[in-house]
């Protein structure tokens, strides 16, 4: 048997780990564009000096003798022969294989604004060829702007503060983080940002950016008439599935990407996917766990993926903790609110029918726990005769004799 994996990041990793513990004499060849094994979840902190290359990796830093494998560094597969059962690299080479994980994860998505396609001051935030870049910007760049601030694009703000460069935040809906968080919860961001000097537009987008005659950015007009100036644009405002390789292949693709069962297999029985490639839940954990039930299934013991990832973030910028579950800006005459306040903490439950559809918690997440646990296990909270914010442990547990916990359903 010869495993051929494609993309040596959360999801290709961990195919190749799962891979070999399950087939440990068969051939795996891993291709990838990095020549790195690094997180993209912390290349703000390499951004802004905290982290070295070599604290990104999460990889064992004898991966390949470790695992025993063959991996084409900096190769990019360009095309797939399914009939042949071989992948085309860019030189031309082809690489035959019985069983292929495509785990080639996503790219950052270029929205069709005037003249920024063929700008040279440009880049997204995904890749550490990216930081490269921004490292390098922010030793002479005095406008840099941020377009989007959704998380990426508040790593990317902080990477910069880091290194005492004040960005412009350029986002479309009305507030940072809008997927995760409400206006409220926004706000001590949005402030905490202001406080370190980093400018911000809400509900705006970039209409257009003037070029001079190298194709260099000077200026940066709002879709409000707003004019910037602006001598660099990092763009964190959406990705799109390295699928191209895919196309005229005949192995199914949807709009967001690559389409897999919960064993990982796609249209072709002999080709496999996993991570951000497929377009849905773009979060670490997931490419995780799809990469090994990916692999499992290639080396022949069944595995479906059945863990549940609610839509959770954390975070913690500028020294703010927040935690987000499912939806906070929901609304309707079956939504009901609750809120707490103080000081430092701002807690915020939204519950349909006694079940909880969407929570905020900022400043002190000593609830978070309890939370999730009132969320996986469906519970009613209107069965607690007390309010909402005090509910704990005790509420919904009991212990055995033997000191375990357990639910007392109703
Ligand atoms: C800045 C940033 C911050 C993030 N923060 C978080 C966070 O806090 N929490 C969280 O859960 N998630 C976070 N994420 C998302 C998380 O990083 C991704 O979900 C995860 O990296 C997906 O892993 P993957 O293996 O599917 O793909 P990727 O990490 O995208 O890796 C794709 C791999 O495929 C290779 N490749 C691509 N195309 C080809 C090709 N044609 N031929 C060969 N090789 C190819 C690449 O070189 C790479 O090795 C963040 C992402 C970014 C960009």
Redesign the pocket.
């Known amino acids: 048997m010869k495993y051929v994996v494609?993309?040596?990041?959360?999801?290709?990793v961990n195919g190749v780990r799962e891979l070999r513990r399950l087939d440990a004499d068969s051939e795996i060849v891993l291709?990838?564009?990095?020549k790195e094994i690094y997180?993209?979840?912390i290349?703000?902190q390499y951004l802004g000096g905290k982290r070295t290359m070599e604290r990104l990796c999460f990889a064992e830093k004898d991966f390949e003798t470790l695992y025993g494998i063959t991996w084409f560094k900096e190769?990019?597969?360009?095309h797939l022969k399914p009939e042949e059962k071989e992948v085309v690299l860019e030189n031309g080479e082809t690489v035959s294989y019985d069983k292929l994980l495509i785990?080639?994860?996503?790219h950052t998505f270029v929205p069709p604004v005037k003249n920024l396609k063929e700008a040279k001051n440009v880049v997204g935030?995904?890749n550490i060829e990216d930081m490269e870049v921004l490292k390098d910007a922010a030793k002479h760049a005095k406008h840099i702007i941020v377009m989007g601030a959704g998380?990426?694009g508040l790593?990317c703000a902080s990477g910069f503060l880091e290194l005492g460069v004040k960005v412009t935040l350029v986002e479309m809906a009305g507030w940072l983080l809008s997927k995760q968080l409400d206006k409220r919860a926004a706000e001590a961001y949005q402030d905490a940002f202001a406080g370190r000097g980093v400018k911000q537009y809400y509900g705006v987008g970039i209409a257009e950016v003037t070029l001079d005659e190298e194709n260099r950015i000077t200026e940066a007009v709002l879709t409000d008439g707003t004019r910037l100036p602006c001598d660099f644009v990092v763009v964190t405002a959406g990705v799109r599935s390295?699928v191209e390789?895919l196309e005229g292949t005949g192995i199914e693709l949807s709009r967001f990407g690559l389409v897999y069962d919960e064993t990982g297999k796609t249209s072709d029985d002999n080709i496999y996917g996993?991570?951000?490639?497929s377009g849905s839940s773009?979060?670490?954990?997931?490419?995780v766990k799809e990469?090994i039930v990916a692999a499992s299934n290639m080396a022949g013991v069944p595995r479906k993926m059945t863990d549940f990832f609610a839509s959770k973030s954390t975070m913690n910028f500028l020294g703010i903790p927040s935690m987000s579950l499912g939806d906070v800006n929901l609304e309707g005459e079956d939504i009901e609110v609750e809120v707490k306040k103080t000081k430092d903490s701002y807690k915020k439950i939204l519950h349909k029918n006694g079940k909880i559809v969407g929570a905020v918690l900022q400043g002190d997440l000593a609830y978070g726990g309890i939370l999730q646990q009132l969320i996986a296990r469906k519970i009613d909270v209107r069965r607690v005769k007390k309010p909402i914010f005090d509910i704990d442990y005790s509420d919904f547990f009991h212990m055995k004799e033997n000191f375990e916990y357990y639910f007392e359903e109703e």
């Open positions: 494609l993309g040596s990041s959360a999801a290709g291709i990838s564009k990095d997180s993209r979840c290349l703000h190769r990019s597969c360009t785990a080639t994860g996503s935030f995904r998380l990426v790593d390295n390789f996993a991570g951000d490639v773009p979060i670490w954990p997931v490419a990469g």
